[in-house]
């Protein structure tokens, strides 16, 4: 069992910057960790992932260069820098993980709201 538990979010003006994070608890190791959105009517859609330790991280293209995944020190904890946000960036933001080497993701968080006014 793997226990998420996000924070971060909030509303900006468009290029306008947010920050998201996320520690993930629990008896089962974690290999993977990251961040999926779900705009209004639209269906969930990988932002970024991170393999934990070192690992590689991959991004959506409508996100590289304005995102940045990173982890703290080793810990189970994921942070998710948004800079340049756009309108079409409004979503639910949920963090999942993977207890699997090979990063399939089947926990997720309650999720976070980001707002990007125009």
């Known amino acids: 069992e793997v226990r998420l538990a996000e924070s971060g979010g909030g509303s900006v003006y468009a290029g306008g910057s947010l920050s998201l994070s996320c520690s993930a608890s629990?008896?089962?190791?974690?290999?993977?960790m990251g961040w999926f959105r779900q705009a209004p009517g639209k269906d969930r859609e990988k932002v970024a992932t991170l393999k934990l330790g070192g690992g590689v991280s991959d991004y959506d293209d409508s996100v590289k260069g304005r995102f940045s995944i990173s982890q703290e020190n080793s810990k189970n904890t994921v942070y998710l820098q948004m800079n340049d946000l756009r309108p079409e960036d409004t979503a639910v933001y949920y963090c999942v993980a993977s207890i699997s080497y090979i990063c399939e993701y089947t926990f997720y968080g309650k999720g976070t709201q980001v707002t990007v006014s125009s």
């Open positions: 629990g008896s089962t190791s974690v290999y993977c």
